[in-house]
């Protein structure tokens, strides 16, 4: 797994990770329901995220599972965003998101928590 997850496959990709392991056809009612996808645009998603080494797809019944979990894409993700958009810099991440909207005190422990427990 080597690709970029895009916007639609991210979509698919969290129907599956809810509720995992699932069909194609009920990942196909699903995304018609919440993202308004036809059946075709949903396969088409789920055949890419199959080849992109994003999920693995079984027979009978084309059910997916992942094979990447939610957490290890957030991690890569949040990685790729901090070297393109902010040099590599976590602490200017932070600041990005911490300057434009205050904090409750309870997010301001947890998050002391979290830098204190590393």
Do not use: H
Request: with cysteine.
């Amino acid at each position: 797994m080597k690709e970029k997850l895009f916007d639609g496959g991210a979509k698919v990709m969290e129907i599956i990770w809810a509720n995992s392991p699932i069909s194609a056809k009920k990942i196909s009612l699903i995304a018609a329901e919440t993202i308004g996808w036809n059946k075709n645009t949903t396969y088409t998603v789920i055949k890419r995220l199959e080849s992109q080494g994003f999920i693995q797809r079984e027979d009978p019944g084309f059910i997916c599972t992942p094979l990447v979990s939610q957490n290890q894409m957030q991690k890569l993700e949040a990685a790729s965003l901090v070297r393109k958009l902010f040099n590599g810099s976590r602490k200017a991440l932070f600041s990005a998101l911490l300057e434009d909207e205050p904090l409750t005190e309870d997010e301001i422990n947890e998050l002391r928590k979290l830098i204190d427990n590393r």
